[in-house]
Each structure stands twice: as C-alpha cells, then as structure tokens.
C-alpha cells in the first residue's frame, strides 16, 4: 500500500525556518513534489525534485529561500524553508508520481494527508 506522510510543520515567526519531511512507503517514486495551498485558495505548485535529486523546480514566489532535496535511501523527500513570509502560511502537501518536474497537481498520483505551516508576523 503506497503512503505519503508528511511532518514537520508548526508554527513560526516570519524570518525564521522549518524542514518539512515526507517518508514514502510502498514503493519508490521518480517524481516527488512538493505543493500548499491556503484557505480559499487552490492547490499550488511549491517545489519538485528528479530522482537523482540533480534537477529541481521551484515556484517563483519561493526561489531562493526554499530547498527541495531527498535521501532515496530513505524514500524522503525534504523541503527547507528558510526567511519565511506570512504568504507562506498554507496547508503543505507531499506528492509523487510519474512526470518528473511537473508543476500540475493532476500528474501527480499519490498524494499525503498535509502538515500545516503558519507563519506569524
């Protein structure tokens, strides 16, 4: 059975840092990602990453302060989020599938329950 769980998340100042994790089990994905979405809003591409971890993606409004990476060994994918804005505050979501480097939540098949990240300022 193929399950994504995501931790990590919690509250923080804005300036400060969270990593969020996300353990895959069940089987090993090429593509993984990583998307949030706020209350009212819809689902947004966040960050996605290739197997070997040698090419990322990043949404514009994260470039530069976020980092994608993953440990296959472990089958975790990671997100460092560094100089956190209130905007960032959002539901993050975990994904993995097929199309590597996709930026549509529709390629993606396999999805965890979320970690909620609330920036304050």
């Known amino acids: 059975q193929v399950q994504l769980v995501e931790s990590g998340g919690g509250l923080v100042q804005a300036g400060g840092s969270l990593r969020l994790s996300c353990a895959a089990s069940?089987?090993?994905?090429?593509?993984m990602g990583w998307f949030r979405q706020a209350p009212g809003k819809e689902r947004d591409f966040v960050a996605a990453i290739s197997w070997s971890g040698g090419s990322t993606w990043y949404a514009e409004s994260v470039k530069g302060r976020f980092t994608i990476s993953r440990d296959n060994a472990k089958n975790t994918v990671y997100l460092q989020m560094n100089s956190l804005k209130p905007e960032d505050t959002a539901v993050y979501y975990c994904?993995?599938?097929?199309?590597?480097?996709?930026?549509?939540?529709?390629?993606?098949?396999?999805w965890g329950p979320g970690t909620q990240v609330t920036v304050s300022s």
């Open positions: 994904a993995a599938g097929a199309s590597v480097g996709s930026v549509l939540a529709r390629h993606y098949d396999y």
């Open positions: 069940g089987r090993t994905f090429y593509a």
